[in-house]
């Protein structure tokens, strides 16, 4: 039987995707599921590792059954992941031991002030390009072995495992025979140094994290390990990509080399520029972070990260119930000629880049009597791209790069109104690939190439088709628009 697929599975916050592709990279098939959200406390968001890993094996036998295929025509795998959600769990059992604590989890926001408190920031940005807060991984997993009195003891008797997603994917995968984790998820924990490329020992130490609890770190292409007892899949394909989402999503797109960048709109903004071998330091509230070049190694890159987009979207839907569907906002906001100085600041669970304020919740500023669903509609829209041009211009300033287009992708990117408001705001074009699932498509392009299934990227690269969208405002508008974003931010968070 012909080998002739990648397999890509696309693990997300809020669901599960796995994608087939064929020896022409073209998508053969894909399915998606959702799974359960956990809010035990206000600030606390949880997902069940088990529900995901069943959603993953459900994924992966429907785009089986969708392409008419057998399991033994996969050439390789790519996985692609949430990246700072925390998993533990027993090596000998492969058990779960919690809950996992999600990226967007803001439960140790009192210890990353302390850490700040006591001086630890400098060193830790100089180490990890990263800040103290929440987000990451490394205060997730200081708070699981302070709350959970066995499981420090455990863990340094080398019986409990930590990792993020993707590393939890591979273990079952790999019929719990494999830990390990990529540069990319690695570079996310507030434990790995990325000038050295290693788990840092003194960052260890301040976070009381046993080394024995970490998983094996590799660059993004290297071989992971193989499937093994885990229907639907033969035992024996080799897993060929890791890689953090957000740093897929820039390989899927392309870009490869420094100066490029792109911003994923998904359940948050992610916007990443690759600086290559250049470790730009950030005085703005920027991340420093790994990345992959064409060949899938380590490069260095400027990120910004915004913790809410399309889930702001998705807030209008289930938590106000005034849109049924989130395509419907493209025509409400295209109807709406203005949202009459109504301003909506999304932050559910704080704001990211560059302000990083775990304390800060979300707002609507100039309500009246005559405000409607549809300019809150609009609003909402408009906070997307309002939180995105703040990250773009420190980025082009930081850098000192000068980024003349945007590539984009994410769900959210197929609304059309939001990207033509967001070429309005940047002053310069947007370029939306006729494919929104660059994250998918850049673990499957890293398993295709690491395996030698797709020896020539270049030639892949170019059937990759942009829709552009032109800036078309005028200057004295966007200021406009800009002026009323920025007081709306300032009356929040002073």
């Known amino acids: 039987m012909k080998k002739q697929y990648i397999l890509t599975i696309d693990q997300g916050t809020t669901g599960s995707r796995a994608l087939l592709y064929d020896s022409n990279a073209v998508l053969r098939s894909a399915a998606y599921q959702e799974f359960r959200q956990y809010y035990p406390r206000p600030g606390w968001v949880e997902h069940d590792a088990n529900e995901i890993f069943k959603s993953v094996t459900n994924v992966i ?35 779960p031991l919690a809950r996992a604590i999600v990226w967007q989890d803001r439960r140790t926001d009192s210890l990353c002030q ?52 993707d590393s939890w994917l591979l273990y079952r995968l ?24 290693k788990w840092d020992r003194e960052l260890c130490r301040l976070l009381h994290v046993p080394e024995t609890l970490l998983p094996e770190a590799k660059p993004s292409n290297s071989f992971f390990g193989a499937t093994k007892n885990c229907p639907p899949l033969v035992n024996g394909i080799p897993i060929y990509a890791l890689m953090g989402d957000q740093q897929a999503a820039l390989f899927g797109q392309g870009c490869y080399h420094p100066g490029a960048s792109k911003n994923t709109y998904g359940t948050g903004c992610f916007m990443l520029l ?14 420093t972070t790994i990345a992959c070049d064409g060949k899938g190694k380590p490069v260095y890159a400027l990120e910004g990260a915004i913790f809410i987009a399309g889930a702001a979207i998705q807030w209008l839907r289930d938590g106000l119930k005034i849109i049924q569907k989130a395509g419907e906002t493209e025509s409400i906001a295209h109807r709406t000629p203005t949202s009459d100085d109504v301003v909506v600041v999304p ?24 405000t409607t669903r549809q300019m809150i509609i609009k609003a909402t829209l408009d906070s997307i791209a309002f939180q ?7 980025m082009r300033q930081e850098s000192g790069v000068r980024i003349t287009a945007l590539k984009v992708d994410g769900g959210a990117s197929r609304n059309r109104y939001l990207m033509q408001f967001q070429a309005d705001l940047l002053g310069v ?14 673990a499957a392009k890293l398993a295709g190439f690491a395996s030698g299934f797709w ?39 002073s």
């Open 61 to 95: 036998r429907r785009a089986l059954e969708q392409a008419r295929i057998s399991s033994a025509q996969i050439v390789a795998i790519g996985i692609t992941n949430q990246r700072e959600t925390a998993v533990l769990w027993d090596r000998r059992s492969g058990n």
């Open 114 to 165: 302390e850490l700040k408190k006591q001086g630890h920031e400098p060193s830790v940005r100089k180490k990890t390009g990263l800040l103290c807060d929440p987000y990451f991984s490394g205060t997730k997993l200081r708070w699981f072995l302070d709350h959970h009195s066995s499981l420090r003891r455990r863990a340094k008797a080398g019986t409990v495992a930590f990792g993020t997603i």
């Open 174 to 197: 790999t019929g719990k025979s494999v830990h390990a984790t990529d540069f990319t998820n690695a570079s996310r924990t507030l434990l790995f140094n990325i000038r050295t490329k």
């Open 274 to 287: 690759n600086t290559g071998s250049r470790f730009v330091h950030s005085r703005s509230g920027l991340l």
């Open 347 to 370: 932050a559910f669970t704080g704001l990211g880049a560059p302000y990083w304020r775990a304390d800060v919740r979300g707002a609507i500023f100039g309500l009246t009597r005559g």
């Open 388 to 394: 995105v041009q703040e990250v773009f211009n420190l």
């Open 429 to 442: 074009p947007v370029l939306r690939t006729s494919s929104t699932e660059s994250t998918a498509w850049g």
């Open 455 to 493: 020896p020539d990227l270049r030639r892949i690269d170019q059937k990759t088709r942009y829709e552009r969208f032109l800036p078309k405002m005028e200057n004295a508008e966007r200021q406009t628009h800009l002026k009323r974003w920025r007081e709306a931010l300032k009356h929040l968070i």
